[in-house]
């Protein structure tokens, strides 16, 4: 499996980005695609998680109400629509399985919040 991050960029406070994660190879609903952040100086975090066959999707408490995951399962594609974005969401973004698999981290794409 390989999943790859794009869609970053640089946004000002209080805007809008989607971030895109194509997963390649072996798709299956045995598990979840999550999104993850690693903020400058900071250890990584999760920020959400969906499965491939439906259900409720996960946020952590920063993404609650503000970014939404969806997929398109027939572009084997997860999408992140972040809102409402702050100086605190700067990071490198990335996507991988969730719970998530040390072999498939990837280089991640950087978000930019600037004030």
């Known amino acids: 499996v390989q999943l790859q991050a794009s869609g970053g960029g640089v946004v000002q406070a209080g805007g809008s980005l989607r971030l895109s994660c194509v997963v390649s190879g072996r798709t299956s609903s045995s598990y979840a695609v999550g999104w993850f952040r690693q903020p400058p100086g900071k250890e990584r975090e999760f920020v959400s998680a969906i499965t491939w066959r439906g259900g409720a999707p996960y946020y952590a408490d920063s993404a609650k109400g503000r970014f939404t995951i969806s997929r398109d399962n027939a572009k084997n594609t997860v999408y992140l629509q972040m809102q409402s974005l702050s100086t605190d969401d700067t990071g490198v973004y990335y996507c991988?399985?969730?719970?998530?698999?040390?072999?498939?981290w990837g280089r991640g794409t950087l978000v930019t919040v600037s004030s």
């Open positions: 991988n399985t969730y719970p998530s698999t040390k072999a498939y």
